[in-house]
């Protein structure tokens, strides 16, 4: 990039496994956009983790991260609980914000970060990647054109197996459960090709201990009158898979895979066809081009504090239904 335009500087609170594959390396493509520092509650972790990926500067602490002038947006990928509490401090030190899913801990929690971001002009994005890829587009493209017809079902699944059971995923302190980690993906898929936010019909969760849930299932019901169907696992009999589809009275729509090689199948009057986005460039490198056209042009995100309302509303539905308690912020 020329000397003189402008540049986001993001900084990462904490050294994610996740970071190098939804940040790091989609910025180093990206001229508009640098990873200028990390902060861990291990500083030794958080030097490790910038001289591999080449950050230069370490911070000792996410409030020193946080409070940096030369940080312009936070990356926050923290354990689910702890999502809120620092979205809400770097909103209230005036920097734009990727969260990763789930928003917050809960509904009530996304609805006070949602009245912070809206009064004031930074970025929120909760970071569904998967709606910033132009299959996403397209396939809403397609239900839109009433191609399928007046919808009847939308279904979702995200399964995968986690047999760590020491892992943050199963710490319903931090937020764990299969519906606040696979399960959030689910949700927004649903509400997406849905067309609005459902209300949950019923829940069935099968547990790992007394309050997390290691798979969920449920049905759901949209305004318009269609039934929607979700289901996600961390340990379950199911094989690890992320599938979607939409039936409409004329024609249905699969999904499959959704990540990472997007593609899916379509049957209708017009026929049956494939259409394949086997592209070079991954779902997060979409989501940072957006952001970065959204810090720098104010350009608008898919994936809103106000859409994230929405989705922790289904979420804590849903294990309200399944009689688990939700979530609480750390």
Known sequence: MPDGEALVRIGILGAARIAPASLIKPAKRNAEVVV?????RDTSRARQFAAKHGIARVHDSYEAL??????DAVYNPLPNALHGRWTRAALEAGKHVICEKPFTANAAEAREIADLAAKSDRVVMEAFHYRYHPFASRVEQIIASGELGTLLRVEAADCFWVPRFSANAYNFSLGGGALMDLGSYV???????GGSTPEVVSAQAKLRGSQVDRAMTAELRFADGHTGGLRCSLWSADLPHVTARVVGDRGELRLHPVIPFQQFSVRSADGHRVERFFRART???YQLDA????VLRGEPVKTTAAEAVENMTVIDAIYRAAGLPV????
């Open 36 to 40: 200028a520092a990390v902060a861990a």
């Open 66 to 71: 946080i409070s940096d002038p030369d940080v």
């Open 187 to 193: 949700v927004d898929m649903l509400r997406t090709f």
């Open 283 to 285: 779902t997060y490198d």
């Open 291 to 294: 952001f970065a056209a959204a």
């Open 327 to 330: 979530r609480e912020p750390t």
